[in-house]
């Protein structure tokens, strides 16, 4: 009965990364028939280049700031959609458009709206006179600026999953624990912070291991708004291996730069598993 899952596994798992390691250390290039042992020099001129290391440190931009954005969003999204209210069912129909929506569909009506010359979002901010006409910012144009987007429109994809992770968690806690804290004169926020929240730790610890791996891993977003641009600015790991290994026929430098994920997203797991184990021991 266990067969299927195993197959499954060793097919769509098990091959292609054991594919991506044996690349890894060969030379191997699209049309290249022959395959050659080169050891750790993919690794070596890997290390050397400075857009690998732009690209590691917007890595982990983008995953420490959006993971803030998102954790901040969904906790107050689902303290707002915790209690019934007329409406509820429609907003979190609402909610989840982003997440049920294809992000490709999504991130190129992101790009739209931050379009450099069709951007509703400047016409606005003219039409408020915060900026003159024709002096908005390129939204996608400018290093800092581009970073900011492409991290707010991927925080805007995650959102709506983590906030009916944190949603499940609190309706699954006792009634009675938040009442009998009001009885004893505890207001909102110390019921939050000193009582709810402890609680919700092994909770949130798992929405953010997802949303790290989600993020670490995933180059949708970026590859349609910016394409890694401008200047690399906006460069990630998934990203810079497509571009190199894919769309610059080097498969053994793509491969390369896909197993530094590996090791770095094990010991994430490893350390917030530890995490939601120790919350849920205490």
Do not use: C
């Amino acid at each position: 009965m266990l067969a299927p899952a195993v197959l499954y596994i060793l097919l769509l798992v098990a091959g292609p990364f054991l594919l991506a390691i044996f690349y890894a250390f060969s030379d191997a290039r699209i049309g290249n028939t022959r395959l050659h042992f080169v050891g750790l020099e993919n690794f070596r001129s890997i290390l050397q280049s400075p857009s690998f290391r732009i690209a590691v440190r917007n890595s982990f931009i983008f995953t420490i700031g959006s993971q803030i954005v998102v954790i901040v969003a969904s906790s107050i999204l689902a303290i707002a959609l915790e209690k019934p209210f007329r409406g509820r069912g429609v907003l979190r129909f609402l909610m989840l458009l982003p997440w049920v929506a294809p992000i490709a569909l999504g991130a190129i009506g992101w790009k739209w709206l931050l379009d450099s010359i069709y951007s509703v979002i400047s016409w606005v901010l003219v039409a408020l006179h915060v900026y003159k006409p024709f002096g908005a910012p390129m939204w996608l144009g400018e290093p800092h600026l581009a970073i900011t987007s492409v991290l707010l429109v991927h925080s805007w994809r995650l959102i709506p999953f983590s906030t009916v992770i944190l949603l499940a968690g609190r309706t699954a806690i006792p009634k009675d624990i938040p009442e009998a804290a009001a009885v004893d004169g505890a207001g909102f926020w110390r019921t939050e912070f000193l009582i709810l929240l402890p609680m919700m730790m092994p909770i949130i610890s798992v929405a953010v291991l997802f949303g790290i791996i989600f993020t670490f891993t995933d180059m949708t977003v970026v590859y349609i708004l910016t394409a890694g641009g401008p200047f690399d600015s906006t460069q990630v790991l998934p990203s810079l291996a497509f571009t190199l290994g894919i769309q610059g026929s080097d498969l053994a430098a793509g491969a390369a730069i896909s197993l530094f994920l590996v090791p770095l997203l094990v010991i994430i797991a490893y350390l917030m598993l530890r995490v939601a184990h120790r919350a849920e021991v205490t």
